[in-house]
T-cell receptor, first 113, second 114 residues
Framework: AQSVSQHNHHVILSEAASLELGCNYS??????LFWYVQYPGQHLQLLLK??????LVKGIKGFEAEFIKSKFSFNLRKPSVQWSDTAEYFC???????????FGTGTRLQVFP | DGGITQSPKYLFRKEGQNVTLSCEQN?????MYWYRQDPGQGLRLIYY???????QKGDIAEGYSVSREKKESFPLTVTSAQKNPTAFYLC?????????????FGEGSWLTVV
């Protein structure tokens, strides 16, 4: 069965600091990978996704993620965070040609001005 | 406007009562899903449906039931058998694509059982 691990449960940064949130998954086959963001009081929004091709994926609001197949990882990065990036971030994995999206437990990011 | 509509947004119920959460989408998406979100546990899949009149159990289906009589609608019933029903429930949908499926979420329903 697939599983997703997000090792950072709570991250606190100052504005302009760089961000990297870890995501590892367990599944031996082809996968589709996602990062979702949930801003306070809002619903889940898609930040970025990887289906195939270039393993470095760029998303909205300056976020990017890199798929490293050998490490079963899909870490999320942003060079310089802003206060408005305060949110909860979820990594998710879908085995190719299935419809089950499996989520990690989420990482709460707090950015202080 | 296109999207996924969940109702009600907030719901209070007494223990022992069944409650049904509504989910409607006008995106012409094929698949629909119900997730439960609890603090520190992320999102867990309750049920999903790929086509009308068919659905599959997710990881935590016990105490829940669903129906998919129309493509646009996927209501979730939280039954009295669900031991810990107080939670935030998220409905989602996706359209089949050869490149991969992207799942989009509704705004969620808060259920409190007292």
């Amino acid at each position: 069965a697939q599983s997703v691990s997000q090792h950072n449960h709570h991250v606190i940064l100052s504005e302009a600091a760089s961000l990297e949130l870890g995501c590892n998954y367990s599944y031996g086959g082809t996968v589709n990978l996602f990062w979702y963001v949930q801003y306070p009081g809002q619903h889940l929004q898609l930040l970025l996704k990887y289906f195939s091709g270039d393993p470095l994926v760029k998303g909205i609001k300056g976020f990017e993620a890199e798929f490293i197949k050998s490490k079963f990882s899909f870490n999320l990065r942003k060079p310089s965070v802003q206060w408005s990036d305060t949110a909860e971030y979820f990594c998710a994995v879908m085995a190719y040609n299935t419809d089950q999206l499996i989520f990690g437990t989420g990482t709460r990011l707090q950015v202080f001005p | 406007d296109g999207g996924i509509t969940q109702s009600p947004k907030y719901l209070f119920r007494k223990e022992g009562q069944n409650v049904t959460l509504s989910c409607e989408q006008n995106l012409n998406h094929d698949a629909m899903y119900w997730y439960r979100q609890d603090p520190g546990q992320g999102l867990r899949l309750i049920y999903y449906s790929q086509i009308v009149n068919d659905f599959q159990k997710g990881d935590i289906a016990e105490g829940y039931s669903v129906s998919r009589e129309k493509k646009e609608s996927f209501p979730l019933t939280v039954t009295s058998a669900q031991k810990n029903p107080t939670a935030f429930y998220l409905c989602a949908s996706s359209k089949f694509q050869t490149s991969g499926n992207t799942i989009y979420f509704g705004e969620g329903s808060w259920l409190t059982v007292v």
